[in-house]
């Protein structure tokens, strides 16, 4: 824990910055300071298939779970810096969105192997 997901539309990275994005994100969860680093988990997923209300387009969304213990102003500072790391790999994607989402303790689970 945390884990940020990047869902992707097909159509709003190049196949080349999807590795970039996903380096950017991850360093921003590393170093905001919220999180041990060594739990930190990063990872994109492309959707293929997807519709963008009546004129298409293509969109990024970011989902950052976490567990509860951080104030709201913390968890807009991280979308902030999410935001400005991210700007650059971005391009013509028509719509990036990002959510921060506190997971409930009592009902995850988490195993670790040696």
Avoid at 12 to 36: N, Q, R, Y
Avoid at 49 to 60: I, K, M, P, T
Avoid at 86 to 107: F, I, K
Wanted: hydrophobic content about 45%; proline content about 4%; charged content about 20%.
């Amino acid at each position: 824990m945390p884990h940020c997901v990047i869902e992707y539309s097909a159509n709003a990275l190049a196949a080349d910055k999807v590795t970039a994005l996903t380096d950017a994100a991850h360093g921003v969860m590393l170093s905001c300071g919220l999180f041990e680093p060594a739990s930190v988990k990063s990872r994109a997923i492309k959707l293929e298939h997807f519709r963008l209300g009546e004129q298409g387009g293509s969109f990024v969304h970011i989902s950052i779970a976490i567990m509860p213990g951080r104030s709201d102003g913390q968890k807009q500072t991280l979308l902030q810096a999410m935001d400005e790391a991210l700007a650059p790999w971005l391009g013509d994607c028509n719509s990036l969105t990002m959510e921060v989402v506190e997971l409930v303790q009592s009902a995850y689970f988490k195993r670790l192997r040696p």
